[in-house]
């Protein structure tokens, strides 16, 4: 373990190194910093002199140096915009992007598994079949799409007049096809639940489930379908094998092979996956926090893009970098806990 741990932080650092020399290295592409800081009215004497004080006409070298020092101790810079660290910025949005990546994480893990698993264990029926074509569809279907859509069903509302109503089954079913809308679309809403320090959370209260409930089915729809599919393909390999067919000759019940002994050894590869796109779904976060407006650091990352303050953007960079790093780390000390005879090295016992 000790040894594994090592190993990891090792390479931790060093894919820190890596995204930190090109956060770093593109911040000159993204705008002149002095721009943003004393706008047009400075004179071009003024504006070297302050470049020479900020260090920016040092050596690339030098500039990094002082940034990764800097960094080191919490130091990413003062966002041109809030006034203040970029630190404490990203600390303020990032409770609502995570709060929205868990409620996403949850619908996912609720509905992958036990469809997953319906669907290898019985690959012929209907509704097997219809939920692999939901989720082949659902695969092609861009989020922001998505997140469109729901905001017309279930916040605006549709109303349907596809039968005539002059007779009781066509308003019936014109009634049973609309949506009356009414979810909120916008926000986190106002009631929301103080944990510690910057930590706002909307899964204590109706106001904040119903705020959160689109923007995370929206989030969720990226990564759902392709579990359904992981889940359905490794778990029919599993059912495959001969220890499941011994397990089948000694009489053992259905519920316990399928359900003990199979979609234990079918998680394995889902873990890995999932440690891996749970990452990826901050970076996602973007364009769901865009279309309902939910405050977390996707919607920041945009403004901090649209008003060129490069420091902040620097910051989301290197801190999303770091995320990725702590999840996979966490994956593979799962990944060890969950199969006993796969050792942290690598090596099977």
Not at 68 to 88: C, E, H, I, W
Not at 138 to 154: E, R
């Amino acid at each position: 373990m000790l040894a594994f741990l090592v190993q990891r932080i090792s390479q931790a650092l060093l894919v820190m190194f890596v995204i930190s020399v090109i956060a770093f290295s593109i911040q000159d592409n993204l705008g002149d910093p002095l721009q943003e800081m004393v706008g047009m009215s400075v004179s071009e004497e003024e504006r070297e002199k302050l470049r020479d004080e900020l260090g920016l006409n040092d050596p690339f070298v030098v500039q990094y140096l002082r940034f990764a020092g800097n960094a080191l101790q919490g130091d990413l810079g003062n966002s041109y915009f809030y006034g203040k660290p970029t630190v404490d910025v990203i600390l303020e949005n990032l409770p609502a992007t995570l709060e929205l990546v868990i409620g996403a994480t949850l619908i996912i893990v609720l509905f992958s598994v036990p469809i997953g698993v319906y669907a290898a264990i019985r690959p012929q029926a209907w509704l097997s079949k219809f939920f692999m074509g939901v989720s082949t569809v659902g695969i092609s279907i861009p989020v922001f799409l998505t997140a469109i859509v729901l905001i017309q069903l279930f916040s605006i509302g549709v109303t349907v007049t596809l039968f005539p109503e002059d007779t009781g089954w066509g308003s019936w079913l014109n009634g049973a096809l609309s949506t009356n809308g009414g979810l909120p679309s916008y926000g986190r809403g106002d009631e929301l639940t103080h944990l510690f320090g910057t930590w706002e959370s909307g899964f204590f209260s109706q106001d904040g489930l119903l705020h959160l409930l689109l923007p995370a089915i929206s989030l969720a729809s990226i990564m759902l379908p392709l579990f359904i599919r992981l889940i359905r393909a490794e778990m029919m390999e599993v059912l495959q094998s001969d220890y499941i067919r011994y397990a089948r000759a000694k009489g053992l019940a259905a519920p316990r092979i399928n359900f003990l002994h199979a979609l234990k050894n079918t998680m394995l590869p889902v873990i890995t996956v999932g440690g891996v796109q749970i990452g990826i779904m901050v970076a996602y976060t973007i364009l769901t926090e865009t279309v309902f407006q939910w405050p977390g650091v996707g919607l920041m990352f945009l403004e901090a893009i649209t008003r060129s303050d490069i420091p902040l953007i620097v910051a989301y960079l290197m801190v999303v970098g770091l995320i990725f790093v702590i999840t996979n780390t966490l994956v593979d000390l799962i990944y060890g806990l969950v199969n006993p005879t796969v050792k942290l090295t690598g090596k099977k016992a």
